[in-house]
């Protein structure tokens, strides 16, 4: 026993000491982003959509709690929060609004999000309104929930 065990610690050293892997969303976040920017050309919108960050602060705020609040579903926040105060709160005063993804995995797609979004008439004004011209989006995943959620800026 002695023996198998000096041979397994150098194994169990190397697993101890290897960095611990965070997800990095950043390719997600920006997909999203150029996505929704092809939904509004494709509306008619000549301005272009913008990276504010802010609005990607007020929809973390969103993100990480709807991820760690499972009753959660939608735009209003555990505190209570509307989309609008989260904003304010990060420091942006203009009009909002917000889509919001949830997937019951670890697993979340862009193309799948803008398909559920574009199909949804709420969603899809958001998207196709040409005053929104400023988004922050950020998105967050556990073992068995993913969200996604997109604030948008005029």
Same mark, same amino acid.
Not at 38 to 62: D, E, M, S, Y
């Given at each position: 026993?002695?023996? /198998?065990?000096?041979?397994?610690?150098?194994?169990?050293?190397?697993?101890?000491?290897?960095?611990?892997?965070?997800?990095?969303?950043?390719?997600?976040?920006?997909?999203?982003?150029?996505?929704?920017?092809?939904?509004?050309?494709?509306?008619?919108?000549?301005? +272009?959509?913008?990276?504010?960050?802010?609005?990607?602060?007020?929809?973390?705020?969103?993100?990480?709690?709807? /991820?760690?609040?499972?009753?959660?579903?939608?735009?209003? +926040?555990?505190?209570?929060?509307?989309?609008?105060?989260?904003?304010?709160?990060?420091?942006?005063?203009?009009?909002?609004?917000?889509?919001?993804?949830?997937?019951?995995?670890?697993?979340?797609?862009?193309?799948?999000?803008?398909?559920?979004?574009?199909?949804?008439?709420?969603?899809?004004?958001?998207?196709?309104?040409?005053?929104?011209?400023?988004? +922050? $989006?950020?998105?967050?995943?556990?073992?068995?929930?993913? $969200? /996604? $959620?997109?604030?948008?800026?005029?």
């Amino acid at each position: 026993m002695s023996r /198998l065990l000096a041979l397994m610690m150098p194994i169990l050293f190397v697993l101890m000491a290897a960095p611990v892997a965070h997800a990095d969303n950043l390719r997600l976040n920006n997909g999203i982003v150029t996505n929704v920017d092809t939904v509004k050309k494709q509306a008619g919108c000549t301005t +272009g959509l913008h990276i504010n960050p802010q609005l990607q602060f007020a929809a973390q705020r969103h993100a990480d709690d709807v /991820l760690n609040n499972r009753a959660l579903d939608g735009d209003i +926040g555990s505190d209570g929060s509307t989309v609008q105060d989260r904003a304010r709160g990060a420091g942006y005063n203009g009009a909002v609004a917000e889509t919001i993804a949830i997937n019951q995995s670890l697993a979340i797609n862009d193309l799948d999000i803008i398909g559920n979004w574009y199909y949804r008439q709420d969603y899809f004004a958001i998207m196709s309104n040409c005053a929104n011209t400023q988004i +922050g $989006v950020w998105s967050d995943n556990s073992f068995d929930r993913s $969200v /996604l $959620v997109a604030v948008y800026g005029q």
